[in-house]
């Protein structure tokens, strides 16, 4: 399992142990009904807005993950291994004029790609197994 993400306000800390206890698996590894629960709880958090810096700073969002801690060709976080991140998440901001669009379109086509490549190599064999080379099934 790869290292949690630090959560560094209380807030934070008190959002993320309402799905999950430091010693859970990885989300893949639960069953099918504790995933659905933990996407409820995802799902109804409320994540409220505490303000604005006006029209005139409006443009896009500053800051977010350094891009020193995702693996540039897949986006994918170093401090937690199977993050995949994209757009605004991450700490690239550009010029007005369409620079910031097209860092979220690239950056979503980058790491959705290496997420699907990545979810396809995780994917388990099949419970029955191959048949072997002369067409029997194992174990029969």
Request: glycine letters at 18%; charged letters at 20%; one cysteine or more.
């Amino acid at each position: 399992t790869g290292s949690a993400i630090p959560l560094t306000t209380p807030t934070s800390r008190r959002r993320a142990s309402r799905g999950r206890s430091p010693a859970a698996p990885p989300a893949g590894d639960l069953p099918r009904e504790a995933r659905r629960r933990l996407v409820g709880v995802v799902k109804g958090m409320a994540l409220p807005v505490s303000g604005d810096r006006g029209w005139n700073v409006a443009e896009a969002t500053a800051g977010g993950v350094p891009l020193a801690e995702v693996r540039l060709d897949s986006l994918e976080s170093r401090v937690c291994p199977g993050l995949h991140l994209a757009g605004e998440v991450l700490d690239v901001d550009g010029r007005i004029g369409g620079f910031n669009f097209q860092w979220a379109w690239a950056s979503g086509f980058v790491a959705g790609s290496a997420a699907g490549r990545g979810d396809l190599e995780r994917v388990p064999p099949h419970p029955g197994g191959r048949p072997s080379p002369g067409g029997a099934e194992p174990g029969g």
